[in-house]
């Protein structure tokens, strides 16, 4: 059964790290696109950030461009997210994706694009 398990959530303060994983088990077909989404109460889900195509066009979210940064890991079927210096409104559930096709605009991702989802993993940045 194809699968995405995210890792690495929890509570940091303001100006923190965070390193969140996410490992894709039983697909039978090659995943394309795999990153970031996050959704905070009340609002949107919104992607974060995405690897996408055989180039590894990556996509950043413009509020977490220079903070978070995304790496793939093929051999092992991972995605990682690093992300510092973590605000308050970085607070969100944060869930992984996965396309089987990639996204039609690699520079803008959205949550359409995506085929499968991971059941997410929560952050919490303290003030």
């Known amino acids: 059964q194809a699968q995405l398990v995210e890792s690495g959530g929890g509570l940091v303060q303001s100006g923190g790290s965070l390193r969140l994983s996410c490992t894709a088990s039983g697909f039978t077909r090659d995943i394309a696109a795999i990153g970031w989404f996050r959704q905070a109460p009340g609002k949107e889900r919104e992607a974060v950030s995405c690897?996408?195509?055989?180039?590894?066009?990556?996509y950043y979210l413009e509020s977490v461009k220079g903070r978070f940064t995304i790496s793939r890991d093929n051999a092992k079927n991972t995605v990682s997210l690093q992300m510092e210096s973590l605000i308050p409104e970085d607070t969100a559930v944060y869930y992984c994706?996965?396309?089987?096709?990639?996204?039609?605009?690699?520079?803008?991702?959205?949550?359409?694009?995506?085929?499968?989802w991971g059941k997410g993993t929560l952050v919490t940045v303290s003030s």
């Open positions: 690897i996408s195509g055989k180039d590894g066009i990556t």
């Open positions: 994706a996965a396309a089987f096709t990639a996204p039609p605009d690699p520079w803008y991702v959205q949550v359409i694009d995506m085929d499968y």
